[in-house]
Nanobody, 127 residues
Framework: QLQLVESAGGLVQTGGSLRLSCAAS????????IGWFRQAPGNEREGVSS????????CYRDSVKGRFTISRDNAKNTVYLQMNSLKPEDTAVYYC????????????????????WGRGTQVAVSS
């Protein structure tokens, strides 16, 4: 079992930066793939980024490539999402999720591929 807690969301101006943290409890954390998802009011939950447990491979949705960076520190059981050059379109509740199934193609962005979820942290970017 795994428990996930997101933190460090907040309110920033367009062009600003935030670094989200996803802290996990569980001895086998290093084996999990971790995904960041976001959901704005009225919208579907969408994949933002992921990092694999097997080799640290990363994936990003097109709209955040070059602006967001995902990383993990297995010694701290924590995954980070560094978000730079933020835009109002990035406003959403951000969730981290963990799964053990191999990431193939676009599967990193499918919520059903993940087994454990945090409760989310709010990110708001003002225009």
């Amino acid at each position: 079992q795994l428990q996930l807690v997101e933190s460090a969301g907040g309110l920033v101006q367009t062009g600003g930066s935030l670094r989200l943290s996803c802290a996990a409890s569980g001895r086998t954390f290093e084996y999990y793939n971790i995904g960041w998802f976001r959901q704005a009011p009225g919208n579907e939950r969408e994949g933002v980024s992921s990092i694999s447990g097997s080799d640290g491979a990363t994936c990003y949705r097109d709209s955040v490539k070059g602006r967001f960076t995902i990383s993990r520190d297995n010694a701290k059981n924590t995954v980070y999402l560094q978000m730079n050059s933020l835009k109002p379109e990035d406003t959403a509740v951000y969730y981290c999720a963990a799964g053990v199934r191999q990431i193939l193609g676009d599967s990193w962005s499918w919520p059903n591929e993940y087994d454990y979820w945090g409760r989310g942290t709010q990110v708001a970017v003002s225009s």
